[in-house]
């Protein structure tokens, strides 16, 4: 209730004033817990503090209180400020030590179900054992333990229902467990606000806070209880029914989403592939406690860590987390509101069952919480973790982010290679972690010294900016799902910078997807580039070079299997200009004005070497002047296999290129030209360097 201070109350600084029912008329005070906020006269909160069920602070029972302590502490921390003593200390100093939450053993697991003995479990994720004679234990009342009770370095401790004081009293709906050392210092508390339906566990054990007063505080996870041994929750098993809607909502029922509220249509039943593959469940049935209500038809596939939503009936409209989504193949689901079993059948035997009460008819779905592993019973949807009042959630996790599984489903969400590229020459989300879905264009899975492939967006998907590539390097590292060039193919993995090329690394999962007529056309790429970084924005596309190219250095070609090509003949710049601004103006002309073409090998020193066709040999050579024609390939970017050589743009073309023998060796030297001479002079270079035995600021040993 509200009362206001009577009049004439007074307390000096640093004094004490108490209020009771005598000079506050409607004070009162709940044994499970309130909060007490003080405002002055013109309504404004001075103080304000909840203990119990209503705040942080631990809740006192018969004659004993709770106080700051020392007195006036005010950290904004309840559960650290406030503390219990056995002799309140009303109008004197409190005397009570102060909270450490936290430094010692732990409230591990509390059983307060009415069906079982009710329990409360201690562990000690200290080193050492902790002699637990004295500590007191909670409630509604207390609990002493008794001499040469102790608890191991990561052991447990239980009290058994058989041990309770007599009015200490466990609320499966709502309450709270405080533990206290043998000092009186309060060591950890937790508490909850809904029935777990088991018992509430720290997972793993110890784990979680140490000041939590319900469930959002405590984070404690319902499961089967586990007394005197380690909290590991249930593995789930292949088939989990995780969602039931039997009672849609009359006003906000329209879980299919087809913008009719129907309290037939909307009916739904989610259930999730935990079986660790995907898996193919045509002929399936699904039933409620009268009969067969769905068969499952040809090519139902649900992939593993995904669900399959069947609604009974309707128009079902939107992603619903990109799972398999169906309606009921008799025309409905026909669950009763008061209570139905609901199995999933796969023609021999049942798989799974589960049997809701009069819980489910209550205008929103039954959910376990949390997905896939929350124990039994389903709870309704508004009241799980991460729902935000919600009523249901078809299709997806009870927060409304799809299931893993769904995402790595072909036709999910994902990001576009040209919004993984970005417009510059670094990805503008290095490190995230995304799913693409494109053609592959270029496969090299088999090719060790490169071990990935290409994928580029289709034609009709590509962005409008020519400056982001619509391709991208897939670095699988032999993840073991083999592709094929024309292959729609969906992929999760990191985004990465190597040698200057975007890719994506630390591959989880690659799904080739059901057949696709789409097509990636080619992009014209010709020489020269208006600068150095033009070619970004085909990395990893498929491109072709229209232009007749000319070989103008081989010098790579043994070690690495490559050319430098350029559109004409490139001339050593001080051979036709002048050194200095014109040599430098040609050269950086020259830079624009070539390309690697690449044999898609990183191996250094290969055998055979493919270019000229069909090999090199002493008798099939490549000489600079020779033509190039007909290049396809994946445009690329890094080291041709060895680091001197620098990064470069490079062409793994997907077929032989034409070969052209334009500049052929002569078969003798040309003849001397009558009337000419040449004249031999020599130069004396052993004393071009006089200061070779010199140090310093000069050209010398150490220079």
Known sequence: GTGTISAGQVVSATDFLVLTTANVPGLALSNAGTVLTLSDMTDAVVDSVGYGNSGAAPKPFFATSTGRTPDGTDTGDDAADFNWTATPTMGAANTQPAANLGSSVVINEVDPNGGAPAFIEL????????????????????????????????????????DFPQFFDLDASGDQVYLYDAAGVRVDQVGWNTAPGSSWNRLPDGAGPNDGWNDATSQLVAQTPTPNATNVLPVAPDWVIN??????????????????????????????????????????TLSDGNSVRHTFPADTIIPDECSVVVFGGGTPTGSFGNSVVQTASTGAL?????????????????????????????????????????????????????????????????????????????????TPIH????????????????????????????????????????????????ATSEGIFIYDNNFGVDVAVGDTVRVAGTVAEYQEQTQLTSITSVTVCPSSPATASPVDVTLPFSETVYPERFEGMTVTMPQTMTVSENYN?????????????????????????????????????????????????????????????????????????????VMTQGTPGWSSAGILYRVYPYEMPTFTFANPRPAAPDPVRAGVSLRVSSFNVLNYFLTLAENGPICGPDH
Request: aromatic fraction near 6%; include cysteine; proline fraction near 8%.
């Open 557 to 633: 070609l043994g070690r690495g299997g490559i050319l430098t090509l350029s559109n004409g003949r490139l001339q050593q710049p001080t051979n036709v200009v002048p050194p200095g601004a014109p040599a430098n103006d040609l050269q950086a002309a020259n830079n624009l004005n070539q390309i690697t073409l690449d044999d898609g090998n990183l191996a250094q020193n290969p055998d055979p070497i493919i270019y000229p066709p069909p090999e090199l040999t002493a008798l099939n050579t490549v000489r600079s002047g020779d033509e190039v024609t007909n290049i396809l390939g």
């Open 123 to 162: 562990y000690n994720p200290t080193g050492s054992t902790v002699d637990l004679e004295n500590w007191m234990i909670a409630v509604d009342d207390d609990y002493f333990i008794p001499a040469g009770q102790s608890i191991a370095s990561g052991g447990f401790w239980v009290l058994d229902e058989a």
């Open 419 to 466: 919004d993984i590229q970005g417009s510059g020459l670094v990805s503008p989300i290095v490190g995230q972690q995304v799913f693409a879905e494109a053609l592959v264009n270029a496969d090299y899975q088999d090719v060790s010294s490169i071990r990935g492939f290409f994928m580029e967006e289709p034609d009709g998907e590509q962005d409008a900016d020519p």
């Open 334 to 414: 026909g669950l009763n509101n008061d209570g139905d079993t609901v199995t999933l059948n796969d023609g021999s035997s049942n798989v799974v069952s589960y049997t809701y009460g009069p819980e489910g008819g209550d205008n929103q779905s039954l959910t376990r919480d949390p997905d896939i592993t929350g124990p039994d019973p389903l709870i309704k949807h508004s009241t799980a973790t991460g729902s935000g009042g919600a009523l249901f959630s078809p299709g997806t996790q009870i927060d409304g982010s799809a299931f893993l599984g769904c995402l790595a489903a072909c036709g999910g969400p994902s």
């Open 243 to 284: 969602e039931i809607l039997a009672d849609p909502d009359p006003v906000n029922g329209d879980a299919n989403g087809d913008g009719v509220v129907s309290s037939t249509q909307d009916e739904f039943v989610e259930i999730v592939n935990n079986s660790g593959a995907a898996m193919d469940i045509s002929g399936w």
